[in-house]
């Protein structure tokens, strides 16, 4: 009976783990997703509806940042993850389930990195174009 209650506790140890992984390779390609459609969304309406670019570029901007900061959220816990400090293995090859676990992180990582440039190119237009033209 011990045995069994053990062997499921550390199922669903093992499976909120991979939850937590996947969870990390999600949220910065989604939070870069939603810093795109809220940017665009946003300077769109404005132009059509002749509010204050300046107001709402600085708007804009500061969320930026916060997206910006919250992949690093991300990729600061899939480094952590990823954990090759530690390990010294960037590639983890043995096909174990904690080198499935690191290489989790190591994607999260990738992603969030990647996740970061979108947001930086989608900024760039806020910092560069001076209005609706």
């Known amino acids: 009976m011990t045995e069994g209650n053990k062997t499921?506790?550390?199922?669903?140890?093992?499976f909120a783990e991979a939850r937590a992984s996947l969870m990390k390779i999600?949220?910065?390609?989604?939070?870069?997703?939603?810093?795109?459609?809220?940017?665009?969304?946003?300077?769109?309406?404005?132009?059509?509806?002749?509010?204050?670019?300046?107001?709402?570029?600085?708007?804009?901007?500061?969320?930026?940042a916060g997206a910006l900061g919250g992949i690093a959220v991300v990729g600061w816990a899939a480094w952590r993850q990823w954990d090759v400090s530690h390990t010294a293995d960037p590639v983890n090859r043995l096909g174990r389930a904690e080198d499935r676990y690191h290489?989790?992180?190591?994607?999260?990582?990738?992603?969030?990195?990647?996740?970061?440039?979108?947001?930086?190119?989608?900024?760039?237009?806020?910092?560069?174009?001076?209005?609706?033209?």
């Open 8 to 14: 499921r506790r550390e199922d669903q140890e093992e």
């Open 26 to 64: 999600t949220l910065g390609p989604l939070i870069w997703a939603l810093h795109f459609v809220c940017c665009y969304g946003v300077v769109a309406v404005t132009c059509a509806k002749g509010w204050d670019y300046g107001t709402v570029r600085a708007g804009l901007l500061i969320f930026s």
């Open 103 to 133: 290489f989790l992180g190591h994607a999260a990582f990738l992603l969030s990195i990647i996740s970061a440039i979108g947001v930086v190119f989608v900024t760039l237009p806020l910092v560069l174009i001076g209005g609706c033209q």
